[in-house]
């Protein structure tokens, strides 16, 4: 079909696809959505951050600092398994009823939390809100791209990338107040309201899609891909410490985990619906930034995660106080985040913003490490400001890079794909420094301490931070001192990565920014004749010619 038999067929549509909404939302219920839409990312956000301040008291009442690193870990893990697999059945069977399940789920793991006896029944409902928070996070974004057009679309999706810092502020906040209040349950009933007016704007604001052909389901790349990343993440956890290297137990979760993954990319290649398309790998742009956000995101959640409870068993500041003081990190990467998406839309360069912003992760991480348990807590508190600016700089930057180098019918998958292998270094960075942060502690403790003073410790596994408080001067030091050295060193073995992330993000190749909208279609949206595509659209983006090859390959049909 030519293009302008295409264009003369298609405009009388082109109105309908500039109003607000393009799945039937009207302007008064669209902000009804989007709050809902917030509110469900909100609960996702926080739930990774929320318990940190907390952790050291629940896992004292609990009996179980040795199983500490999984309450972070397992809801962490579940959502990335789960990331993919919601976008790829939003896709196919719309994206209503698949958000309503996922907060559904999510509030029963809340509850089932909120009543744990043990620490077994805590992972256990960490893994049941990972279910459900995987499919909030990226729901929550697709359902935007449906309801509001490219052109306003921007405002929206800032937003939400405002709650992520805003929750990383608020949820160890929040975790820390609900400690020394009502108590560290009340951190998982708190989800319970904010979810029910998710759930109700979800249900009775957002539109349905009749589903007119039958899905086509991954469930091998589901399945393979889910046994892959969880047999990453316990031979990083337990692999030196639970297990020595050599145990027939690493070595066999090895041997899985590798089969898993090249089965995996063997069924990708193969399957007719993808979840996460092996193509996307041929583009250098993708491979370099995946890798390098991957290897950030080891650094700023391993920093995220246990920061909170070194600074209240290490300093003797309460939970709320320890809260206080991630703060300088949220903020400079708040700022940062902000500066350099302005500075991206008025010179359209960009690559240099992940190089600076790695080199400075790598110069934070390596000052950190050598923090010692009696330097000023302002000193610590710059440079996790320092890790914040140099994690502001790198970020965001690195899923626009992937947004650019993609057409328009693959800029979704592509995110997903990204932020699939991005909480995959959230996950290893969590167990990992958790894993070697509990068995470093353990180990020091129990070297140093009296042996009445373990076993009245349980071994470290029952110490809280008012309880090390309280503790005469030379076990009170001891404490401190073996929190110092179990966990601050650890971020030295990380300078690497963050050094390696500068070299990956060199190779980049920058590409010119669209300097116009895009058409927000897909090729069967353009089949059907929803949109009017303008020649001077179709000239200025990066992979225009797969555009007009979904125009033509519709045009045959």
Not at 95 to 117: C, D, E, T
Not at 419 to 437: W, Y
């Amino acid at each position: 079909m030519k293009k302008e038999s295409l264009q003369a067929q298609q405009r009388p549509a082109a109105s309908a696809s500039s109003q607000p909404g393009q799945h039937g939302h009207s302007h008064g219920n669209l902000l009804l959505v989007f709050v809902a839409l917030m509110m469900a990312m909100l609960l996702a956000a926080l739930n990774q951050t929320i318990l940190a301040t907390a952790l050291p008291t629940i896992v004292g009442e609990l009996n179980g600092a040795n199983l500490m690193l999984w309450v972070i870990t397992a809801y962490i893990l579940a959502a990335t398994i789960m990331m993919p697999i919601y976008g790829k059945l939003g896709d196919q069977i719309g994206r209503k009823y698949l958000l309503v399940g996922a907060i559904i789920v999510f509030l029963i793991g809340s509850v089932i939390g909120a009543l744990a006896p043990d620490m077994g029944w805590l992972i256990v409902s960490r893994v049941v809100q990972g279910l459900g928070g995987g499919g909030l996070m990226i729901l929550s974004q697709a359902i935007i791209a449906d309801v509001v057009p490219a052109r306003e679309r921007g405002k929206y999706m800032g937003a939400m990338g405002g709650v992520f810092a805003f929750s990383s502020v608020v949820g160890p906040l929040l975790g820390g107040w609900f400690t020394e209040g009502p108590g560290w349950r009340w951190a998982f009933w708190f989800n319970l309201p904010v979810g029910a007016l998710a759930l109700i704007g979800a249900l009775f604001f957002l539109k349905s899609r009749p589903v007119t052909v039958r899905p086509k389901l991954d469930f091998w790349g589901m399945l393979l891909m889910a046994a892959a990343t969880t047999g990453l993440v316990l031979v990083s956890s337990w692999g030196g410490s639970t297990y020595a290297w050599s145990d027939p137990m690493i070595i066999g979760l090895i041997a899985a985990t590798v089969l898993t993954a090249v089965g995996f990319v063997l069924v990708e290649r193969k399957t007719a619906e993808p979840i996460i398309p092996m193509s996307m790998f041929r583009d250098r742009n993708f491979i370099m930034t995946t890798i390098a956000g991957l290897f950030v995101s080891v650094a700023m959640f391993g920093a995220l995660g246990y920061m909170p409870t070194y600074f209240q068993m290490a300093t003797g500041v309460s939970a709320t106080a320890a809260g206080l003081l991630m703060i300088p990190m949220m903020a400079a990467l708040l700022a940062s985040s902000m500066i350099s998406g302005v500075l991206v839309s008025k010179t359209g360069r960009y690559k240099w913003m992940p190089v600076v912003g790695s080199a400075i992760v790598a110069v934070a991480l390596l000052l950190m490490s050598f923090v010692h348990a009696d330097t000023g807590i302002w000193v610590l508190c710059v440079y996790l400001g320092l890790l914040g600016l140099g994690l502001g700089l790198n970020m965001q930057i690195l899923v626009l890079i992937v947004q650019n180098s993609f057409p328009l019918r693959q800029v979704g998958t592509a995110t997903a794909a990204n932020n699939f292998f991005r909480q995959i270094g959230a996950t290893l960075g969590s167990a990992v420094v958790g894993s070697l942060f509990a068995h470093r502690l353990v180990d020091l403790l129990t070297d140093r301490l009296p042996s009445a003073a373990v076993a009245a410790t349980g071994g470290g596994n029952s110490l809280t931070p008012d309880m090390v408080e309280h503790l005469p001067a030379p076990v009170h030091d001891v404490i401190v001192a073996s929190y110092n050295e179990a966990l601050m060193p650890l971020f030295l073995y990380m300078v690497p990565l963050a050094l390696a992330a500068t070299v990956l993000c060199l190779f980049v190749v920058e590409k010119p920014l669209a300097t116009t909208l895009e058409p927000d279609v897909m090729p069967e949206a353009i089949s059907e004749g929803n949109v009017m595509i303008t020649a001077e659209t179709e000239g200025n983006h990066p992979a225009n010619t797969d555009l007009r090859g979904a125009e033509a390959e519709a045009g045959r049909r």
